[in-house]
């Protein structure tokens, strides 16, 4: 089942290996610490529940609702990038800190809060409200609070799944980035990008464009009658060469690479375009969310964000100078790059090249939010 290698992204935030020595009086209280290895776990509170047999009943729970509500998403992607950032919020409200030691009389309070918020989140995401209650998106916000939109929604979302479910793997790939760039596109003609933290009065102009969305695609998904090469796989060019054909670009570089098993495309902007006849440049930036570990150096930096990176600076870096580097990058990590992409004048409109985002203009990696 293809969705089991998603699934598996959503808990590398649970458990993220890692080559630290635990201190070992806090080791004796783990009865499972030598079996499962709790040596390996960097994070103290991953530890914890690496070692001790009811945290490792309570994640098991936690993972088995992961993989339903990813089941029950189109774009599952952005709930990895979300549940990373709760592990994170879930150790600081437990008193954990980096990677320090926790201490031994505060062994037995750290495993019931870690214990008791572990059972809340469980419990939470299997609610299917949980995923309009955690949008963090101006679109999102909006469809959330309106009934008709999250229902309209919802329906679409389902129609979405039941036809990528007929596909091969390969063409489920881009069918994903298909979907992942419909909702982009919409945010982009909507006028939301940017506002995410604009009150939601501010925006209910934009409440009517999202009807018509979800509306157009849905009633385009129940023409095809369950055929999903009718919906998906149909436009291999661009109509114009901007900011849409920039995302049409580097999403089917993305799926064609792979790389929605450990990117996310965030958002796209066309910076300055050359057009002529048959010929097109256009300069976009391509903001990414990294949702899974990969070496800064490697074929998912070159294919996937167009370049090597330097662990210090946050900058694009030239390979011969990171080939022996072993940083990675964290969960949650945004990369933001420039790049110039070419475009020719075909009979169905313009195409660009497919094979991957090398070489880039510029770029910066950030930390997550």
Same mark, same amino acid.
């Given at each position: 089942?293809?969705?089991?290698?998603?699934?598996?992204?959503?808990?590398?935030?649970?458990?993220? #290996?890692?080559?630290?020595?635990?201190?070992?009086?806090?080791?004796?209280?783990?009865?499972?610490?030598?079996?499962?290895?709790?040596?390996?776990?960097?994070?103290?509170?991953?530890?914890?529940?690496?070692?001790?047999?009811?945290?490792? *009943?309570?994640?098991? %729970?936690?993972?088995?609702?992961?993989?339903?509500?990813?089941?029950?998403? #189109?774009?599952?992607? #952005?709930?990895?990038?979300?549940?990373?950032?709760?592990?994170?919020?879930?150790?600081?409200?437990?008193?954990?800190?980096?990677?320090?030691?926790?201490? /031994? &009389?505060?062994?037995?309070?750290?495993?019931? !809060?870690?214990?008791?918020?572990?059972?809340?989140?469980?419990?939470?995401?299997?609610?299917?409200?949980?995923?309009?209650?955690?949008?963090?998106?101006?679109?999102? *916000?909006?469809?959330?609070?309106?009934?008709?939109?999250?229902?309209?929604? /919802?329906?679409?979302?389902?129609? $979405?799944?039941?036809?990528?479910? %007929?596909?091969?793997? /390969?063409?489920?790939?881009?069918?994903?980035?298909?979907?992942?760039?419909?909702?982009?596109?919409?945010?982009?003609?909507?006028?939301?990008?940017? %506002?995410?933290?604009?009150?939601?009065?501010?925006?209910?102009?934009?409440?009517? +464009?999202?009807? @018509?969305?979800?509306?157009?695609?849905?009633?385009?998904?129940? *023409?095809?009658?369950?055929?999903?090469?009718?919906?998906?796989?149909?436009?291999?060019?661009?109509?114009?060469?901007?900011?849409?054909?920039?995302?049409?670009?580097?999403?089917?570089?993305?799926?064609?690479?792979?790389?929605?098993?450990?990117?996310? =495309?965030?958002? $796209?902007?066309?910076?300055?375009?050359?057009?002529?006849?048959?010929?097109?440049?256009?300069?976009?930036?391509? @903001?990414?969310?990294?949702?899974?570990?990969?070496?800064?150096?490697?074929?998912?930096?070159?294919? !996937?964000?167009?370049? +090597?990176?330097?662990?210090?600076?946050?900058? #694009?870096?030239?390979?011969?100078?990171?080939?022996?580097?072993?940083?990675?990058?964290?969960?949650?990590?945004?990369?933001? =790059?420039?790049?110039?992409?070419?475009?020719? %004048?075909?009979? &169905?409109?313009?195409? +660009?090249? @497919?094979?991957?985002?090398?070489?880039?203009?510029?770029?910066?990696?950030?930390?997550?939010?």
């Amino acid at each position: 089942m293809r969705f089991i290698v998603l699934s598996g992204l959503a808990l590398l935030a649970l458990a993220a #290996p890692a080559f630290a020595q635990s201190d070992r009086s806090i080791a004796d209280r783990l009865p499972l610490f030598a079996k499962n290895n709790c040596q390996q776990i960097r994070d103290p509170g991953n530890q914890l529940f690496c070692g001790d047999p009811t945290l490792a *009943a309570a994640a098991e %729970k936690l993972s088995a609702a992961i993989e339903g509500r990813l089941a029950r998403l #189109p774009d599952r992607l #952005p709930a990895i990038e979300e549940n990373a950032m709760w592990v994170r919020q879930r150790n600081l409200s437990c008193g954990i800190v980096g990677q320090t030691a926790i201490r /031994t &009389d505060e062994f037995d309070r750290v495993k019931a !809060c870690l214990l008791k918020v572990t059972e809340e989140r469980a419990a939470i995401v299997r609610d299917p409200d949980f995923d309009c209650l955690a949008a963090n998106s101006a679109a999102g *916000a909006l469809i959330c609070a309106d009934p008709s939109l999250a229902l309209a929604e /919802t329906e679409l979302n389902g129609q $979405v799944l039941g036809l990528i479910g %007929k596909l091969d793997p /390969t063409a489920a790939r881009f069918a994903f980035a298909e979907y992942g760039r419909w909702t982009r596109e919409r945010d982009r003609k909507c006028s939301l990008i940017g %506002k995410e933290n604009v009150p939601l009065q501010e925006l209910e102009t934009a409440e009517d +464009c999202l009807a @018509e969305h979800l509306k157009r695609k849905t009633d385009e998904i129940r *023409a095809a009658k369950g055929d999903p090469k009718k919906v998906f796989g149909r436009q291999v060019a661009a109509r114009i060469p901007d900011t849409d054909a920039v995302d049409f670009c580097a999403a089917r570089i993305h799926a064609a690479n792979s790389c929605g098993n450990f990117l996310r =495309i965030n958002r $796209v902007y066309a910076l300055d375009s050359q057009v002529t006849e048959q010929e097109a440049q256009v300069t976009g930036e391509i @903001e990414m969310v990294v949702l899974a570990p990969f070496n800064m150096c490697s074929k998912v930096a070159s294919s !996937c964000t167009g370049t +090597c990176w330097d662990a210090r600076t946050g900058r #694009p870096q030239s390979a011969a100078n990171q080939a022996r580097s072993a940083e990675a990058f964290n969960v949650t990590r945004r990369l933001r =790059i420039q790049r110039t992409f070419a475009f020719v %004048k075909a009979a &169905d409109g313009w195409r +660009c090249r @497919e094979d991957e985002l090398a070489p880039v203009n510029s770029g910066t990696a950030s930390g997550g939010s």
